[in-house]
């Protein structure tokens, strides 16, 4: 079966940081532009961090740019996201999904991705 599984979440203070990880089964993730996007009580799912299988280039959306860091280990078929200085803002459901090979990192628009996770839940609160 194709599929991601998110790991990684859980209750942080604010200032803190964890790292997420999305691990592939059923498919060589190398091969793919890797998202990662957080819904929000109440709130529209709204994109994250991309990085590109073309050389690896990475794309952060600007609530987040300079706080996360999107990697893969290509190794273990898995994209992490490495989350510092977490605000309450960044509360929400983080999933993992596969952008479409026609598609590029840079739109975050949800309908281009596929093979979504089932999400991991970051509560950032003190």
């Known amino acids: 079966q194709v599929q991601f599984v998110e790991s990684g979440g859980g209750l942080v203070q604010p200032g803190g940081s964890r790292r997420l990880s999305c691990a592939a089964s059923g498919f060589t993730l190398e091969g793919y532009s890797i998202g990662w996007f957080r819904q929000a009580p109440g709130k529209e799912r709204e994109g994250v961090s991309c990085?590109?299988?073309?050389?690896?280039?990475?794309h952060y959306t600007e609530p987040v740019k300079g706080r996360f860091t999107i990697s893969r280990d290509n190794a273990k078929n898995t994209v992490y996201l490495q989350m510092n200085n977490l605000k309450p803002e960044d509360t929400g459901v983080y999933y993992c999904?596969?952008?479409?090979?026609?598609?590029?990192?840079?739109?975050?628009?949800?309908?281009?991705?596929?093979?979504w996770g089932q999400g991991t839940q970051v509560t950032v609160s003190s």
């Open positions: 999904a596969a952008l479409q090979a026609t598609y590029t990192c840079s739109g975050f628009v949800p309908l281009e991705y596929n093979t």
């Open positions: 990085i590109s299988r073309h050389f690896g280039g990475v």
